[in-house]
């Protein structure tokens, strides 16, 4: 029976999955790097401006303009090159990558095709498993440079996407905008973990692309972007299965769970005596499953040729040399010596890593909180939020400074852990800085003792039985009057302070 790529076939159990089959990953990672200027132009980089503001004939692809190719991003390239130990080429070319899509105004993308600027490196991961953390050393195949395309936003119909749409909308700001490609070699023998080692794989490279500041890798800006290939094979001696290349998957745990979900897909075929379609497939964040796309069985022909509009790239070697000198300490090296300083315990720093928030907690307590207190917001509340939102913890709507100042507000006692969660809600939805959140919902703790008096005496007032009962010696009874000027004061009182006086009104 063949199962075809159109049919959505039942899932496999995850834990059956990886008994039958050996997963096998690839992950393509896409950085945008932060340069001010284009690949091949002078235009401005910046994310948002309006639409179609930063442009020129040459990102335009129109007739007679030549590109010039950004000094930044081959430097920004060959540092990270250097950090993930891959060999520089002494001479390499870009090539035209030649299809038509509307949002690539030249027909062609200027790409590195056969002749990469770095090749040959490796990254290691760290992935928490039951027993403790493991080290995987992920194999990297090559880093090119390549520009970005436009961004297409197709209008009407369901899903987004070209097909049934009513009309589309380009926008090229950010075509031109220097890329980096980052391309692993298969990687092997990680067996059930495979989801884990995606997510933390990725987590870890963003780190190192943010240790040499040449990105702001923000995934839900699409500045990274991940695609995930995935095979499975009945033996890790058998030859590589046939793989399936997910797009779209814009969060690290988007990352996770769409390699999850494609070797539950996947070995569900197998297992009914289907097989695996080499296609694209799209990942729907909503739904946690993945649809098919472009299938890849025929290999395109994007007509491949060198350049001729560029001279070739001949890093010289002293310059080189003077880049790997210049290398920031790893980033590992870093995250070690932030978990000293911390003292966190291994899994506790893990958890961090994983969660994406150790520059979020770094920056946080850089700007005046303490590290519990720090970890226990992003973790916590904010992770939540992020949840919920199905986002990632730097995407979130609030910055390190802001998390400081609310952890300040809980220390000086103008907020409680309650009232700070809803100011949390506040800068979340855009009510401004902590301190306006707090004014504008009125929401600092009541600590002015006449106020609070009064509300113990309307409480005990309102009810006289359990007043009675306290005043008779019944000390555990103040609970309900607590309780009761809690509800009046919508959690703005100071708990522990409304007791002592609840106590002190009635002997
Ligand atoms: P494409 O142009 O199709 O995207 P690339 O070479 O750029 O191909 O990337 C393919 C990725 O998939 C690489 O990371 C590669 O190591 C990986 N890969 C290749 N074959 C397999 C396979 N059978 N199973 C899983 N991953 C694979
Ligand atoms: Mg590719
Ligand atoms: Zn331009």
Known sequence: MTVGASVTPELADYDEA??????????????ELGTLSKMFCGCATAFGAELNTQVCPTCLGLPGS??????????????VGLALGCDIAAWCRFARKNYFYPDMPKN?????????????????????TPAGTTTVRVEIER?????????????????????????????????????????TKPIEGTGRL????????????????????????RMEQGSLRCDANVSLRRSPSDPLGTRSETKNVNSLRSVERAVRHEIRRQAALLDAGGRVVQETRHWH????????????????????????????????????????????????????????RWGMSDPEMQTLVNAGAVDLVGDTVGAGAAVDAARKWWLGE???????????????????????????LVEDGTLNDQLARQVIEGVLAGEGEPDQVVERRGLAVVSDDAALTAAVDEALAADPEVAEKIRGGKVAAAGAIVGAVMRATRGQADAGRVRELVLERCT
């Open 382 to 408: 904010l992770a939540r939020h992020a949840n919920e939102r199905g986002t990632d913890l730097s995407a979130l709507p609030i910055t390190p400074a802001q998390v400081a100042r609310l952890v300040q």
């Open 285 to 340: 964040e909503d739904t946690g499953s993945t649809t098919s796309g472009r299938s890849k069985e025929q290999a395109e022909d994007y007509r491949y040729f060198p350049e001729p509009d560029l001279v070739p790239v001949a890093p010289v070697a002293d310059w080189v040399e003077r880049l790997r000198s210049e290398l920031p300490a790893p980033a590992s090296v870093r995250r070690r010596e932030l978990q000293a």
């Open 194 to 217: 495979a989801p884990e080692l995606a997510r933390a794989y990725v987590t870890t490279l963003r780190e190192v692309m943010r240790n040499l500041d040449v990105s702001d890798v």
């Open 18 to 31: 990886v008994a039958s089959y050996d997963p096998v990953l690839g992950l393509e990672v896409h950085v």
């Open 66 to 79: 030549l590109p010039v190719l950004n000094q930044q991003a081959v430097e920004s390239t060959i540092r």
């Open 143 to 183: 880093v090119h440079m390549e520009e970005d395309t436009g961004k297409s936003l197709h209008v009407g119909g369901a899903t987004g996407r070209i097909h049934g749409a009513d009309y589309s909308l380009v926008d090229y700001n950010r075509a031109g905008i220097p890329l980096i490609e980052i391309v």
């Open 108 to 128: 062609f993308q200027i790409s590195q095709y056969d002749e990469p600027l770095c090749t040959d490196g490796h990254l290691d991961v760290d992935v928490l």
